[in-house]
């Protein structure tokens, strides 16, 4: 009996340390789930814990379906960090769905101010972060065990020192600027990840008045590794003394078919016709993201419907969804981040993939 017991005990040490080993020697993982214009991204670190970003549209649990699919693919049981960046409903309207689908750990989200608007989606994410709720503001990090997450802005505040080697932005001056994008989009919850020499940038729907903010007169942020663009793509999103500033080296578009990329915005148009900015400026976000110094690719959850000119669209291997229909597969792009810098973007869709090193 007492060898029995023996021989139980060292394989429970020896399946333990290979779990160990297993976990210490994983790479961080991103995927950005199609929510169709929505926004879900979650994260996976190299200890296993796991961050969801927002949770896509309620639609008949479509969202939450793909982000539970996803979470599955990962190999994850449950996510220990839940993210709601604000109350619109393509960023919260997954949630009641998705906590039938996958038990969620720690919430972390903006205050109490809210739109009658959005009281729905607003309501829906007070119960279901009941009890385990927290309330973040510029400059909290959220405790994912083996990666470095930082709130750089919340509830219209912004960080106040630089971060990420941050230095005074020449581009802000005489920079173009616009109107707030309202409310929702101006309070929301940013976040900057840090593995080693990448980082990772997610200012979700931020507008372009707030990017300003945050890189002028001094880059706050200072240059990424990959970016994820603000406003789905949209061409109020991503200002060239913002995108200038932090310089990334991939960008991932969470648009969908009829939004982001090619939308169109009258108070872009407003800039072009009556500021005329100088030096003039690409009005498509993706020609803007193309143009930077040192771009070395652009992914995209869906090809543009609205705007279908090749030169404002990415290459279709790095293009996740191409249609507009029921059946669209809702395929996600992924992410895996060596701890000595390499990364490896795919395609989800046909399996498509390039790989880039950190700065």
């Not at 829906?124 to 750089?152: E, M």
Request: aromatic residues 6%.
């Amino acid at each position: 009996m007492q060898r029995a017991r023996s021989l139980i005990f060292s394989l429970i040490g020896v399946l333990l340390l290979a779990s160990s080993v297993h976990a210490a020697g994983r790479n961080l993982e991103i995927y950005w789930i199609d929510a169709d214009g929505g926004a879900a991204t979650l994260v996976i670190a190299p200890s296993g814990e796991s961050m969801l970003i927002d949770t896509g549209y309620p639609d008949g649990g479509r969202d939450a379906t793909r982000i539970a699919a996803a979470a599955k693919h990962a190999g994850l049981t449950k996510i220990d960090h839940m993210v709601i960046s604000h109350y619109h409903r393509d960023h919260v309207g997954g949630l009641a769905a998705l906590m039938k689908m996958i038990p969620l750990g720690r919430f972390y989200g903006p205050n109490d101010r809210v739109e009658l608007v959005n009281r729905e989606w607003y309501d829906s994410y007070v119960a279901a972060s009941a009890g385990k709720r927290t309330i973040v503001k510029p400059g909290d990090r959220i405790p994912l065990k083996g990666a470095q997450v930082r709130v750089v802005t919340a509830d219209e505040k912004f960080i106040t020192k630089p971060i990420n080697g941050g230095t005074a932005n020449p581009l802000c001056a005489n920079a173009a600027d616009m109107s707030p994008g309202g409310f929702e989009n101006t309070r929301m919850v940013g976040v900057m990840l840090n593995y080693g020499k990448f980082s990772y940038l997610n200012l979700i729907d931020i507008d372009w008045h707030a990017e300003l903010a945050l890189v002028c007169p001094v880059n706050k942020l200072g240059k990424v590794t990959l970016y994820q663009t603000n406003r789905h793509g949209s061409d109020v999103g991503g200002a060239p003394a913002f995108v200038g500033a932090i310089q990334p080296q991939v960008v991932v578009v969470n648009n969908g078919p009829q939004k982001g990329i090619g939308a169109g915005d009258k108070r872009l148009q407003a800039i072009v016709d009556l500021a005329k900015p100088a030096p003039p400026f690409q009005t498509n976000t993706y020609a803007r993201l193309a143009a930077l110094p040192g771009m070395q690719g652009i992914w995209q959850g869906h090809l543009s419907l609205v705007d279908k000119d090749p030169a404002h669209n990415t290459a279709e291997d790095m293009i996740a969804n191409l249609e507009d229909t029921a059946d669209c597969k809702g395929n996600w792009i992924k992410a895996s981040v060596a701890a000595d810098g390499k990364f490896t973007v795919t395609n989800g869709r046909n399996g498509f993939s390039k790989s880039y090193v950190a700065r």
